[in-house]
């Protein structure tokens, strides 16, 4: 019950964060930030509704939408 509180997330610094971030958006995004980061990086899944990344061996899906007033975010949430 209650696993899903301690599970790792991460938001995703990206551009422009007034454009809502698209597959390829957020794919550049992730990888710049895991380059900047010295982690290792692979996508899984590319799939518009079902984005999946492992980052250092932690399998994570790619939440792409809504992050405040009038901004958008990527956030990346341990499955």
Do not use: H, W
Request: proline share 3%.
């Amino acid at each position: 019950m209650f696993k899903k509180l301690f599970k790792k997330s991460m938001n995703i610094p990206y551009e422009n964060i007034s454009v809502y971030p698209t597959v390829s958006i957020a794919k550049d995004a992730i990888a710049n930030y895991c380059g900047e980061q010295g982690k290792d990086c692979e996508f899984l899944d590319l799939k518009v509704d079902n984005m999946q990344v492992q980052i250092d061996g932690i399998i994570y899906e790619v939440i792409r939408g809504l992050a405040g007033r009038g901004c958008y975010g990527i956030r990346c949430r341990e499955l």
